[in-house]
């Protein structure tokens, strides 16, 4: 079991599915990188050892466990022997050229070689790290990203519109299909600088839970408002909030049926609301009431929908928010519980709704990412979704994937000799 | 109608200039945003249109203009915003309207859905389902059927037929039809018509026509050369008797939606409830004639569907008979369900009522008709009645901020 991610296996088993090749390299930076993060390095070197000792043990005779488990350490180890290779040559080749000594017609091949060595430890750096990186269960999905204004009146909700344009930028950029699912602002129209609300944007592409899950939290901006006369900075806030989006295509309708499922609602658990007009109805009125509310009791998790003329397809959509809001409560209190399982937790910094995760800075054009502590200067590209803002999200995703590495390394440390 | 509070009305100005004169129509904030929107989008399409046609894109324009209508159109309380935007969704369809055909509404899209469902689901059906829509307007009803039963299954040729005496409407329902086969997920099957018919008149009263009258029915059947033998009859005739009319419908109904569709024609010695039911003795008659074996009314409230309930006992042919509420497919909950000699399903006002009889049962999931009402007639005093349920008085019938409650989700099977 040392090979696990750290949601419940359950749920991987349900959700993990082969990611195509050309997605990999959301799911780190080490893509562009040459290094392997120091605590995946050291979980690679450990099991190397096991594997080792494992071998030697199945030559005294033949044991399925163990054989079974050096089946699914081989990827690593060799991915890791890959690795040492590709540095070692790099090591070589690098003193060889910066060695005085070296005779001329040696220096030419050896720098001629160098380049293509690098790029194989690209690779191999790669590998390795996917070989070990735990895989958040729900990554392949679309995803839903929730916005709203925190703290700091209307200037905090013209920040979220800013940030909805950002997000919806990145994703036309980087061809990921979105669409507003929900949008509220305080007259109805898409304008820049309009105050926001509320504004729900369904990210339809594989993968895109995967990408966009650590941009769930606080993200705060300090700037001079339009409407601030004295020059004064002001400092207010939006979150985002991200989930998995559930449709049909995501997930099969075994998931929705089955009671199991993180997806499941009870329909008798929820309380369907329809505006409609009081008193006769029928012939006697004709306004358009098309508003849907729904409740899920238990909780008393409400979800109103009024965005189209359409009551069916209010009601439609108020059951993919629904569903999503209560998996992501029902997933958050899992891992909460599992953390505090933990015996030593170590530097596990859990993404929350009350985390601030971001900066933006419009005195000094900068965007800080909290977590990662990657500064980068070109606020207006970032605030355009481009490739500034994706600089930005690698590092958390990165930072995100050594925490979570860290906290695998920290759940099995104690109980290494322990499990059998 | 009470007065806006000046509060209410500088709060909105101070959001949009123009969700004041939105206000008046709407009565509440909410709505009024949701208008604005919609008005908003639609001015988008059209003037995106325009521009790709080689016009000019003036929005505001158009936008104030349609505010304007909405708002005053000449009257204390505007014209319906349907008639505007020139559409309206009924359940996932979005059908043309226009001036001079009724607006189709939510409650009759609910119960025609629940009632494509239950046809959808049952096992066995014949090869050709016939279905007569008597009233038909906009062409609402057929269309719906349609994409609500092709949309899972395809086994069955569905066959409709809707009548109405308003050439305006007919000419509306064609243009929907065609507008629809033209959008990407029409299901390609099945063959729908409409007729130009009077559904009211006897054909055998001996009174001279005027040649540009519409046919009676019948006639007109025979003289389309149309089926004269159907599975399913569905209507939603004119139900609103003369003293409802004043007093229980919306302004921007009275004003501005035809008369014809809404009040049935009087008659001397006729009293007002009379009149206001003067459909449905017609309209049984003519399911006898077309020997349906499900037939599906929509009224104005729980008394109306009492007495049209006892009419279609009192043709001593039906299996079951039964009341539907504004959601028949919500399960009501219990709370003030009156006893009744018809089961009364879903929640909501008393809508529409349902009659089957033969194979019917089994197109509608019953279990071979077994729950029988159509046995001898058991009259309930008037004045009981009238305790059941009173039709509110709905002059300023709007309160969007109340939801109406239902329980589950989702359609138990
Ligand atoms: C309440 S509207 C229903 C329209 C449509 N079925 C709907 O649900 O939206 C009633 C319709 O009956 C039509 N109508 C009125 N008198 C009629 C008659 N004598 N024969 C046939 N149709 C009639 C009107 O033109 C109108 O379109």
């Known amino acids: 079991m040392k090979v696990t991610p750290w949601v419940c296996r359950s749920c991987l088993s349900r959700f993990a599915r082969p990611l195509p090749s050309h997605h990999i390299r959301f799911q780190s930076t080490a893509s562009t990188s040459e290094s392997v993060p120091p605590a995946l390095l050291a979980r690679a070197r450990t099991i190397a050892f096991e594997h080792k000792q494992l071998t030697e043990k199945l030559t005294d005779g033949f044991d399925t466990r163990a054989a079974k488990k050096l089946g699914e350490y081989s990827a690593i180890v060799n991915a890791l022997k890959e690795w040492d290779k590709a540095k070692e040559s790099v090591a070589e080749l690098t003193s ?39 895989i958040h269960p729900f990554a392949h999905l679309p995803c839903l990203l929730e916005i709203r204004p925190g703290a700091g ?43 926001l609300s509320e504004a729900v944007l369904e990210i339809d592409s594989e993968n895109a839970y995967g990408v966009f899950r650590s941009e769930a939290g606080v993200h705060r901006v300090q700037r001079v408002p339009a409407t601030e006369t004295k020059g004064r900075t002001h400092t207010s806030a939006a979150s985002v909030h991200v989930l998995p989006s559930l449709q049909e295509n995501s997930l099969g309708e075994n998931d929705i049926e089955d009671p199991e499922s993180d997806y499941y609602i009870d329909p008798k658990e929820v309380k369907l609301e329809v505006m409609r007009a009081r008193g006769a109805g029928g012939q006697h009125v004709n306004t358009t009431e098309s508003a849907v509310r729904l409740t899920h009791i238990p909780t008393n998790t409400t979800v109103s929908m009024q965005d189209s003329r359409s009551q069916p397809k209010n009601k439609e959509k108020a059951w993919v928010l629904l569903r999503s809001r209560l998996a992501q409560t029902r997933r958050e209190k899992r891992e909460e519980e599992m953390v505090a399982m933990r015996r030593s937790v170590v530097g596990v910094a859990r993404m929350g709704r009350g985390d601030k995760v971001r900066t933006y800075n419009w005195n000094q054009q900068r965007v800080t990412d909290h977590r990662s502590g990657t500064t980068v200067h070109d606020l207006d590209d970032v605030m355009q979704g481009g490739h500034t803002l994706d600089k930005v999200m690698e590092s958390v995703r990165s930072w995100l994937m050594e925490k979570d590495v860290e906290a695998l390394l920290a759940e099995e440390a104690p109980t290494r000799d322990v499990k059998k | 109608m009470p007065r806006l509070p000046t509060s209410l009305l500088r709060k909105a100005y101070a959001i949009d200039s123009l969700l004041p004169p939105l206000l008046g129509p709407c009565r509440d904030l909410n709505s009024a945003r949701n208008e604005l929107r919609w008005l908003r989008e639609h001015v988008d399409k059209v003037s995106r249109a325009r521009y790709t046609k080689g016009g000019s894109s003036a929005k505001g324009g158009l936008l104030r203009t349609l505010v304007r209508k909405r708002v005053s159109g000449g009257k204390p309380i505007g014209a319906p915003l349907q008639y ?105 099957k099945g063959v729908t018509e409409f007729m130009l018919a009077d559904v009211l ?49 919306a302004r921007s109904v009275r004003g501005f939606e035809p008369r014809l569709a809404l009040v049935p024609p009087g008659e001397a010695g006729r009293s007002d409830t009379e009149q206001g039911d003067a459909f449905y003795p017609m309209l049984l008659v003519a399911a006898i004639d077309a020997e349906v074996k499900i037939v599906l009314l929509e009224v104005a409230d729980l008394d109306q569907a009492y007495r049209v309930a006892r009419m279609a006992q009192g043709m001593q042919v039906y299996d079951g008979i039964e009341i ?58 008037y004045s009981e009645l009238d305790s059941v349920s009173k039709p509110e008085a709905v002059h300023s019938s709007l309160h969007p901020e109340s939801f109406m409650q239902m329980q589950g989700g989702r359609r138990n099977v």
Not at chain 2, 212 to 232: C, G, M, Q, T, Y
């Open chain 1, 96 to 134: 060889l050229i910066n060695d005085p000594t070296t005779d001329p017609e040696l220096l030419a091949l050896a720098s001629d070689d160098l380049g293509a060595t690098r790029t194989h430890l690209v690779n191999a750096s790669q590998s390795l790290t996917t070989s070990l990186v735990p």
């Open chain 1, 153 to 195: 009146g209307s200037e905090a909700a013209i920040f979220a519109g800013d940030l909805l344009r950002m997000y919806q930028g990145f994703c036309n950029r980087n061809d990921f299909r979105s669409t507003l699912l929900k949008y509220e602002n305080i007259n109805g129209t898409q304008e820049a600088g309009v105050p």
């Open chain 2, 84 to 188: 505007g935007l020139g559409t309206e969704y009924f359940g996932d369809l979005e059908i043309e309207v226009r001036p001079g055909v009724l607006i189709p509404r939510p409650e009759t899209a609910a119960s025609v859905t629940h009632l494509t469902r239950l046809v959808r689901d049952a096992r066995e059906l014949p090869t050709e389902l016939r279905i007569l829509d008597l009233c038909t307007g906009t062409g609402c009803i057929p269309l719906l059927f349609h994409d609500v039963f092709y949309s899972v299954r395809s086994d069955v040729e569905l066959r409709f037929l809707g009548v109405d005496i308003s050439s305006k409407a007919i000419a509306l329902a064609n243009r929907n039809l065609q507008r629809l086969r033209r959008s990407k997920k029409y299901v390609h």
């Open chain 2, 201 to 249: 008149v006897n054909p055998f009263a001996d009174r001279a026509r005027r040649p540009d009258e519409p046919l009676p029915l019948k006639s007109a059947l025979n003289f389309n050369k149309k089926r004269v033998f159907w599975d399913i009859l569905v209507s939603n005739p004119p139900y609103i008797s003369p003293s409802a009319f004043r007093t229980t419908t």
């Open chain 2, 324 to 381: 539907w509420r504004d959601q028949p497919d919500q399960a009501h909950d219990g709370s003030s369900q009156p006893s009744s000699e018809f089961p009364i399903i879903g929640q909501g006002n008393g809508r529409s009522v349902l009659c089957w009889r033969g194979p019917g049962a089994l197109w509608l999931g019953k279990n071979n008709g077994e729950a029988s009402n159509a046995g001898p007639l058991v009259q309930k005093p």
